[in-house]
């Protein structure tokens, strides 16, 4: 048996098993236009369905994209008030609270992006590097040129391969990363191009891969050695399944999603042979009926005295059925966008029931306490960059004074359950959501009702 190919593009089978997951993601991600793009991969043709009949089906569907707005406003809820830092930090560190990465990007956006990232995929990275300084440097110049630790952020598709070894302690310690990024590089007077490369860190090498632009290969471009002697990555886990290995949290909306954008593409098909009406005619021969126009000024003559033509009108019972089924749809893709949000029921100590905070065994105020150890631990390895050690007084602050209590959970659970029964209106079901703050004050619920009820009008536009 030949020998699988060896290369530095070939991913590790930890990050293929995940990214089976993601195409869907990705594509919802990207709205109605990456959906449609995706073509039969997520709205398949039926049988016998000619394909222009199905393009024009394709090109009338939209995506209402609950999957992307939830992620926004999880990604969002801990940032209204900016991370701060508790205690003091190394003198040479504080400029990373203004910007981490040396393109000015702050240390709460930094958190945001990383948060939205592993609500996505139930991880993200962080790499702690250090600029290569130029050879002959002296001190004053290493001073003169600033050089501070940067924090990059390498999300889960990029980070295509590692290598771990288990410690005496049964801790997973990682002695490789491979990380692919796309640049733009110029590629003439006026034209640019993509170019692909692959960074690999050892314990104490990297190395820099280059493609080469007409056989795709990955050439060594460069090697060296770092100074840090191990591998400066930090793993945040929202979903965490083993070392280096999540699934999605939302992956379950992602799918109902799905079935929404297929289940509106079905109603706004429905809805187009509908409104048209089908034109049916009796006795006309041949040669009359040939010459029959549509249009409110045509005249159709036939020389047969029982001679009969009239629209058929479409009953409607299925649009009933298929409006009911997107608002069914849509009511579970509320329950598990709010999901994050709401305490978890199970056996609780006495000490909870009695604190019963808004922070206790709710996924978003876990994903808020994970970040918060993450970011830490990323100043950690900066500090080590520039040998200064990290107090153990400092912290990383994140906002997280909001959520439900266990018994706006119960009330919200109960609620869902009678507006999926109808027992409430939509506009009441909005107004119990505010006075419990899941919905800003600011929303306007009249509005907000009228909205979701045009939704539905909407599917029929052409």
């Not at 801990?78 to 990373?96: H, I, M």
């Not at 079905?266 to 126009?293: P, T, Y």
């Not at 876990?366 to 993450?374: D, F, G, K, P, T």
Request: hydrophobic fraction near 40%; charge should be negative; include cysteine.
């Amino acid at each position: 048996m030949a020998k699988a190919q060896d290369t530095v593009d070939i991913p590790s089978l930890g990050y293929t098993e995940m990214a089976a997951r993601w195409p869907l993601l990705h594509d919802l991600l990207g709205g109605t236009t990456t959906m449609r793009a995706a073509g039969e991969t997520w709205l398949h043709k039926e049988t016998r369905e000619k394909q222009a009949a199905y393009n024009a089906r394709l090109s009338r569907s939209i995506l209402f994209n609950k999957f992307k707005d939830t992620i926004e406003k999880l990604g969002e809820k801990p940032f209204s008030q900016p991370v701060t830092l508790l205690g003091d930090a190394p003198e040479k560190l504080e400029v990373l609270e203004a910007n981490v990465d040396r393109t000015g990007k702050s240390l709460t956006t930094f958190a945001k992006e990383l948060l939205k990232s592993a609500v996505t995929y139930g991880l993200t990275h962080v790499l702690v590097d250090f600029p290569q300084m130029p050879e002959g440097l002296t001190a004053q110049d290493e001073e003169d040129f600033a050089a501070q630790p940067v924090f990059i952020h390498v999300k889960p598709p990029n980070l295509i391969g590692w290598k771990t070894k288990r410690m005496l302690n049964g801790h997973e310690k990682l002695t490789q990363i491979r990380i692919m990024e796309t640049k733009v590089i110029e590629d003439g007077t006026y034209t640019e191009r993509e170019q692909r490369q692959i960074r690999v860190y050892n314990e104490t090498t990297w190395e820099l891969w280059i493609e080469n632009v007409k056989s795709k290969e990955f050439i060594l471009h460069s090697e060296g050695i770092h100074t840090f002697g191990r591998i400066p990555l930090v793993t945040f886990y929202a979903n965490r399944e083993s070392y280096m290995m999540a699934s999605p949290p939302l992956e379950d909306l992602a799918w109902m999603n799905l079935n929404h954008w297929q289940s509106n593409s079905d109603h706004k098909n429905i809805l187009r042979f509908a409104r048209l009406g089908i034109l049916w005619a009796a006795g006309l021969s041949d040669e009359e009926a040939k010459q029959v126009e549509l249009g409110p000024a045509a005249f159709v003559h036939s020389s047969n005295p029982d001679a009969d033509m009239k629209y058929v009108e479409h009953g409607g019972k299925a649009i009933e059925i298929g409006r009911n089924d997107l608002l069914d749809i849509e009511e579970k893709m509320e329950v598990a966008s709010l999901r994050p949000m709401m305490k978890k029921t199970g056996n609780q100590t006495a000490t909870a029931r009695a604190l019963d905070t808004a922070e206790s065994h709710s996924s978003i105020h876990s994903w808020v306490n994970s970040l918060e150890i993450a970011l830490l631990d990323c100043y950690v390895l900066a500090g080590e960059w520039m040998k200064e050690e990290i107090d153990d007084e400092f912290k990383v602050d994140i906002f997280s004074d909001f959520g439900l209590s266990m018994r706006a959970t119960q009330d919200i659970e109960a609620l869902i359950k009678m507006r999926a029964v109808k027992d409430i209106t939509h506009e009441t079901f909005l107004e119990e959501m505010k006075r419990r703050d899941v919905l800003n004050e600011m929303v306007n619920v009249e509005a907000e009702a009228q909205l979701a009820g045009s939704q539905l009008s909407l599917v029929g536009a052409e």
